[in-house]
């Protein structure tokens, strides 16, 4: 095989009160990559479409994943990549990580699958670095695992999956403004009170076992934060409307998808989804800022060839 075409998805980290560690993947959304060896050493970037990104390797994410997957390989050919953009850069739904998970993953199975999820992680963690200015995982990891992801650790590196309920599905709403995740992680506070960390592990380790059970009413009462979005929901245009729009409409809960702009919301069942849907379409119709709504299912598959 020496040309592989890939779909590499949108996800959605943090998920409430999981700050760094918690995402899941979703099935709707998504890049497309087409990954081709060559004679030629190196990577190379020879297509971009859907928007105005570099084509120099070491300053596109997809080209820094790739050159550290490329750099500990050490293969003789080289490799072209195509990108196919179609989420959004500075969407909050991992428009940096799906690039940087296209690229190994593509060049992983036209090696022969040399390397494992885990380790697949830490070479996309390098080109996410580009992005956000730190190496963190938790849209990286329900990339290329699928489903819900724990980041345990990062150094070393340690991913936990966890179980998907089957009836869960998600609702995103991205208004069309640009939050920078370097941005976004500026304006968080250095220290929080120690009452604040009880709530919030609270509610992850009560979200992991709701996730384990498929306890939706569990889940639903420990989709909070109170560590990250009071700060981050500032940067969000009426995110306090669309959080109570959904949640008056039967969603489990509403969180900053990543570091936003974009909004999701979690729903038991794909009716419950369309009504959330429709529900903050027109709520956020009346404010006059461009917006895009998805309903789309969890995916448990991660990142995926399609040709």
């Not at 959080?243 to 900053?256: F, K, P, V, Y």
């Not at 069942?269 to 895009?292: C, D, E, L, Q």
Request: charge should be neutral; hydrophobic fraction near 40%; proline fraction near 5%.
């Amino acid at each position: 095989m020496n040309e592989i075409k890939i779909f590499s998805p949108a996800t959605v980290a943090n998920v409430s009160c999981g700050f760094d560690v918690l995402g899941f993947c979703l099935d709707t959304i998504g890049d497309e990559m087409v990954i081709r060896k060559t004679d030629k050493k190196g990577i190379h970037i020879t297509r971009i479409e859907g928007y105005d990104l570099p084509f120099e390797a070491e300053n596109n994410v997809a080209g820094v994943s790739a050159l550290a997957l490329f750099e500990d390989a050490q293969p003789d050919y080289g490799f072209e990549i195509e990108i196919y953009k179609n989420i959004k850069p500075g969407s909050g739904i991992g428009s940096s990580s799906a690039s940087a998970v296209g690229s190994v993953f593509g060049m992983n199975e036209l090696l022969g699958q040399p390397y494992n999820k885990t380790q697949l992680t830490n070479f996309a963690m390098k080109g996410e670095a580009l992005a956000s200015q730190c190496e963190h995982a938790d849209n990286i990891a329900p990339a290329i695992f699928g489903g819900f992801t724990l980041v345990k650790s990062v150094a070393p590196l340690e991913v936990l999956q966890l179980p998907t309920p089957k009836d869960l599905f998600a609702v995103i709403i991205h208004p069309q403004i640009e939050v920078k995740t370097s941005e976004s992680r500026a304006i968080l506070p250095k220290q929080i009170p120690l009452q604040d960390a009880i709530t919030q592990w609270s509610n992850v380790g009560s979200l992991v076992h709701a996730l384990h059970t498929s306890d939706y009413k569990l889940l639903s009462r420990s989709l909070t934060d109170v560590v990250v979005e009071p700060h981050r929901s500032k940067l969000i245009p009426h995110f306090d409307v669309i959080r109570q729009t959904a949640l008056d409409n039967g969603a489990l809960g509403c969180g900053i998808s990543g570091s936003g702009p974009s909004i999701f919301n979690l729903c038991y069942g794909h009716r419950n989804a369309k009504s959330v849907a429709k529900a903050i379409k027109k709520v956020y119709s009346k404010t006059g800022i461009p917006f895009v709504v998805y309903v789309s299912k969890i995916n448990t598959e991660g990142v995926k060839i399609i040709g």
